[in-house]
């Protein structure tokens, strides 16, 4: 059994410090091999993976045909396998219909969780506390990838404060991790305050922003996980349609949570303005910093100064909202206009 240090502030605080690591339960590993597993992932997903070196950290997008994320990886390639970090939630359908796409390419896409897990923190403290790693993810959140488009106006983003690693260890070394947890040299933090810091960065996750209704452009995806450049995938058309000629329909929001009444919402918690259902909460937690935020998707006509409440389950809570997909994202192709015809007189 793991041991955490308790506290969720004392947790979060530690990972954030580098202090900690987090044994995440909640991610499963899937292990791709064979010698066209880089080009054929490229095919599928939204992300350029073709030339993807040993070692690179990167993320893709696996959509529905309408342009709808299905699911999200983590993506890190050791030179003879591809590492997909993904939410357990999502994993067994994705791998079914990983499985379904072979063909007769040589690919062997495999559910690797009983062979690895995954542990998460700091690079440094990934580096000290599991160097036995068989392949290390550094998030590039929220950096703009090459090929990729930023939304979030915020300058600088709160993203750039997150150090954060996700390390692929033989599942021996949870064992051992709990064996230092029990004797004081080593401190363990949970999911939940890896996934506090993870909001206040304003990083989506698949398991909590994605599903059917999300377009990859509402939670500002374009920055790490969509090569907007590269060939066809499913539901490239949309994405390309949305960013070059529309707009997403929702926007993605960071909410600061009225914390007088120690109210939570819960994800799928309705947000309103003036009484009205405008959104939903997708992600919440309690921060050592910040206290109570929130991620929810807000529709785009919701004014950037609006006044906002959350529903609870004992009363409404007020919300400030910060910006981060703003409501002219998208529309970004320079249309040339044809001249306007003088009339003749």
Known sequence: ?????????????????????????????????????????????????????AGASTELLILDPRGHVEHAAA???????????????????????????????????????????????????????????????????????VGGWGYAPADPHPGFDRDWSEAIVPRASLDRLATAARDGSLSLAGTLA?????????????????????????????RTAVHLDKGCYRGQETVAKVHNLGHPPRRLVALQLDGSDALLPSPGAVVRRDGDAVGEVTSVARHFEEGPIALAFLKRS???????????????VAAAQETIVPPDAGATAAIPRLPRLSRRR
């Open 1 to 53: 059994m793991l041991l955490h240090l308790g506290a969720p502030s004392a947790e979060q605080r530690a990972l954030a410090t580098g202090t900690a690591v987090a044994p995440l339960g909640d991610r499963t590993v899937l292990a791709v091999t064979g010698e066209d597993r880089l080009s054929w992932l490229d095919s599928l997903s939204s992300q350029a993976l073709k030339g993807l070196a």
């Open 75 to 145: 993506v890190v390639d050791d030179g003879e396998t591809t590492w997909l970090i993904v939410d357990r939630t999502g994993a067994e359908s994705l791998l079914t219909w990983l499985t379904r796409m072979r063909f007769r390419l040589r690919v062997a896409p495999r559910d690797a969780s009983d062979e690895v897990a995954v542990v998460g923190g700091t690079a440094e403290a990934i580096a000290r506390e599991v160097p036995e790693a068989t392949a290390v993810w550094t998030d590039p959140w929220p950096a703009v990838a």
């Open 194 to 222: 890896a996934d506090a810091l993870r909001i206040a960065a304003w990083r989506p996750r698949a398991s909590a922003e994605g599903g059917e209704r999300t377009l990859p452009h509402e939670a500002d995806w374009l």
């Open 302 to 316: 919701v004014p950037l100064d609006a006044a906002l409440t959350v529903d609870t389950d004992e009363g409404a």
